[in-house]
């Protein structure tokens, strides 16, 4: 038998010399056990394995690193021992990586999984308290995750709030950060970190300002943003008025609506599948700084569909399209051309914010023509499944991705595209060109222009339908 043992939870590197030396050498899974901590490797000699390798060294595939490095992160005490399992299946059949019925696999995958959503958790529900110390302002933040994410996660922080001295605490470990070093130091309770404050009114104020309720799903934001968290956050404190008052004001718009059509089958459970899967996307490298995917909401049978460009800064924390500036003039825009929002399906092209960071504002950059083509992996699915009659390009990268090439969009402005998916396509400007214009009266025009096509485009559906 061989004692390994591990020098902290989440010790990647240890696992990996240990387990590459023990499968080189032909031990069996059964014949290891893992542990982590200062237990003295009694059974684990300096020098333990046989002295020639029973069988070549072996390489693996990198998407199987990837996953180990991910799984290696949960809390289950399994998680070593499965990996070392998968290992030696994979140096005994190396197509396991494609197996997708392997059991042994799927239960890993399971396992990576779940780490990644821990990941996104952490990253959108973290919210920082300001407090005073000798040389400033620092911000500290409580966290509670359910796995070994912590230092896997930090340096997202430190490219997000790289110019802001900040602390993380955990139950675990803490990570603080002073704008050039990083230290880590051990864990915390939730006394330790400071309660209610400015920056707390701040944050109560934009929540209600984004909170619609028309599309209140309870059942969802309670899977989305778990009871847990609510403790940690501030608007969370609003999270029950809100949800009456919506309730009610629900009820009297369904009392005044005519009835909303009908879901398909198991869609909605087939969207949130695909809206996790999304939300874990590292197609592009613009998952690593963005605070979370932004995936594209609507009712699942919406015969109008419109595509966005990609999240702004405030779509980005709030982790819904159209909610910043350019989502207002949207709104209204349709409002005035008689079109109602909660009855189409409303994404974007690009699922993550893309930015260049100046001082502590973080400026819109477009997407390329890469990560358009990464992520119309996702929009392609959520068309598949919507099935609009009827698809509107907001802007450029919104009509590369709906076409799936480049176009101008005063030529192809105005004319219906027959889509593959049978759809009629439609390319307009996207609502921050507006908000760009610099003189007066061609904004003016330029929105008037807007309403109308949306107008058009209101009509045109209801004659499709
Ligand atoms: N601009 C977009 O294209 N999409 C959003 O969600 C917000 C701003």
Redesign the pocket.
Known sequence: MHRITLSTPDDFDGWRTAARRLAVAGVDPADVTWQVGDTPADLFAPDPLPPEPLRAAFSVPRAFIDLAEKAILHSDPERFALLYALLVRLRDRPGTMEDKADPLLRRVDALAKAVRRDIHKMRAFVRFREVEEDGGTRFVAWFEPDHHIVRANAGFFFRRFATMRWSILTPELSIHWDGETVREGPGATRADAPDGDPVEALWKGYYAAIFNPARLKTGAMLSEMPKKYWRNLPEAALIPDLIAGAQAREAAMIATAPTPPKRQGNAATVWAGIRDEAMACTRCPLYKDATQT?FGEGPLDAPLFFI?????D??DQAG????????QL?DQALGEAGVDRSRAY?T??VKHFKFVRQGKRRL?QSPDAGEIQACRWWLGQEIDLVRPRLIVA??A??ARAMLGKAVTISRTRGTAIPLESGAEGWVTV???YLLRLPDETKRAEERARFVEELRSIGERVKALA
Request: proline share 14%.
């Open positions: 932004v966005g460009e990609q999240p702004g405030q779509e819904r399209p159209f909610v910043g500036p350019a989502g949207f409303v974007n092209a819109h907001l802007g990268s919104a996207h609502p921050s």
